[in-house]
């Protein structure tokens, strides 16, 4: 009875965190920080125990009542019993007026102080934080993605260390996590990888999982994802541990059945990308031969008495870097502003938005107010670009292996603007230092830019006649660790036919 009734009171407090889920935190860092230290803090859990244990006294104290009462019914049930003899009227009588009113008067002010510790126990519920299921998998295929891009060992990554940073080791149910992301990833050679190592753990002792259930797993998602002869493959070994299973001999004759070849994998188009990501881990910054170094007022009242700490990384197209131009005070006022309404990031025109895989982040518009337009004007000293034409400024905070796949900030010819007012230059700064990874690359320039805090770079989106310059193309490498704050400006062609106008000949291909 003890048993039913604590795995009923886990039933229910699981189903009610099933009901408060705090969704997608995995794509902010910052988020995650926040709800660790509040956890910390919290003594939920601590409560929950006490008033859980205060239950089971409270039971056995039930239990003892209704135990009372089951021995007066069977005084009544002797055979001997006689109503008419005095004694057996006055004990019945006895009974019945006290001690029988005694134990049913117990048991349901007992009773009544167990519901009214149970609505405690789902209020203290209501207060816990509770992941849905998306959230695990988007913190797998962070580290799937951090694995992938900067060329992680598997075995070191399984044992806990990621370059140089030591936890502790994974178990085999934690490999298989993994194992099944990559799957689906389409990396099917890495997905054999984190199978043999689980197969290891298991080998050694871990018993997270069974050898023949992780084997048929493998087999299942390698089946899903088109890798028919993989899977067959695997169920022979699962077969080699239970040869007499009629089940598993079926099921692996069901996957030979499939007389295709796995399906063949092309290279993806973003090796470069990886190359660069991993370029800039290695050198922080891995820029170009040409690269130029220069203070720069551009004759502006705002740069005159300090002028900016200007790094030219490309001429074309032309892509440069600001040092130093923003203080710390300034940073942390930006991310302050944007915690409160930060949410996931999406991609698309307006009207059109949408979350995607390819990038993982939060953030949000910031609204046009005083402290921005000071900004601004600071920006367009900078640019020589009229701030009239800057788009909000958005900001966004990335998460477990947060990154942003190779794209253009351009308008793309199926958006409404592209042909009139498209995005000329983009002015992006880092609010924050990053312990490792989340470099800016452009990799078919060969140029990867190092968050810092209060680095700045900016880049023309457009050729000089006003067509799209695909050299631009750039992404945010994956987060290793750390917490990345970045803000950037889209800044629009209209509002800057003075400053910065058109050249006619297209063979100009410079804006300097």
Not at 102 to 127: G, W, Y
Not at 146 to 158: F, K, R, S
């Amino acid at each position: 009875m003890k048993y039913l009734h604590n795995c009923c009171v886990l039933a229910w407090i699981i189903y009610l965190l099933g009901q408060f889920i705090a969704a997608e935190i995995y794509s902010s860092t910052s988020q995650i920080k926040d709800e660790l230290g509040r956890l910390r803090q919290d003594n939920t859990v601590s409560l929950l125990r006490q008033l859980l244990d205060s239950q089971e006294r409270r039971l056995a104290s039930m239990k003892r009542f209704v135990q009372s009462l089951d021995q007066l019914e069977g005084d009544m049930k002797d055979p001997e019993f006689n109503v008419h003899h005095p004694l057996d009227a006055y004990r019945f009588i006895k009974n019945h007026s006290v001690v029988y009113n005694d134990s049913v008067t117990n048991l349901l002010n007992e009773l009544k102080t167990h519901e009214e510790e149970q609505d405690e126990i789902t209020k203290l519920a209501r207060k816990l934080t509770a992941f849905h299921k998306d959230d695990l998998l988007g913190a797998i295929q962070g580290l799937i993605r951090i694995q992938d891009v900067y060329g992680l060992e598997t075995q070191d990554l399984a044992d806990g260390n990621v370059r140089g940073l030591h936890r502790r080791k994974m178990t085999a149910l934690e490999c298989q996590d993994m194992m099944i992301v990559a799957f689906h990833s389409d990396l099917v050679d890495l997905a054999l990888e984190w199978l043999e190592v689980a197969l290891q753990r298991i080998e050694a002792g871990d018993d997270t999982i069974t050898y023949t259930k992780i084997l048929c797993k493998a087999a299942a998602v390698a089946f899903n994802v088109k890798y028919e002869l993989t899977a067959a493959m695997l169920y022979e070994y699962v077969l080699e541990r239970n040869p007499r299973s009629r089940y598993h001999r079926q099921k692996m004759k069901y996957y030979q059945g499939y007389n295709t070849q796995d399906v063949v994998r092309y290279p993806l188009p973003h090796e470069g990308f990886h190359k660069a990501c991993q370029m800039t881990i290695e050198n922080k910054n891995h820029i170009r031969r040409e690269h130029v170094c220069m203070l720069l007022d551009n004759g502006h009242p705002l740069l005159r008495y300090q002028p900016a700490k200007v790094e030219v990384l490309s001429q074309d197209p032309y892509i440069s870097v600001y040092h130093d131009c923003f203080n710390l005070e300034f940073l942390t006022k930006l991310i302050e502003l944007a915690k409160p309404q930060i949410d996931r990031s999406k991609v698309g025109g307006k009207g059109n938005e949408y979350t995607a895989h390819f990038r993982t982040s939060k953030g949000l518009f910031l609204e046009f107010t005083n402290p921005l337009l000071k900004f601004y004007k600071y920006v367009g000293a900078l640019t020589m670009l009229r701030h009239e034409s800057f788009e909000q400024f958005q900001v966004a905070n990335y998460g477990i292996g947060g990154h942003y796949e190779m794209h253009g900030d351009f308008l793309d010819s199926n958006e409404k603007d592209h042909k009139i007012n498209n995005r000329i230059a983009t002015f992006m700064i880092y609010l924050t230092d990053v312990e490792e990874g989340g470099a800016t690359a452009f990799s078919k320039l060969d140029v990867s830019i190092a968050p810092e805090a209060g680095k700045a770079v900016f880049w023309y989106n457009l050729h000089p006649d006003g067509e799209r310059n695909y050299l631009t193309a750039h992404g945010a490498c994956p987060v290793i660790s750390g917490d990345k704050w970045v803000g950037n400006i889209w800044i629009k062609e209209q509002g800057q036919e003075f400053t910065r106008p058109c050249k006619l000949d297209k063979n100009d291909l410079k804006w300097t």
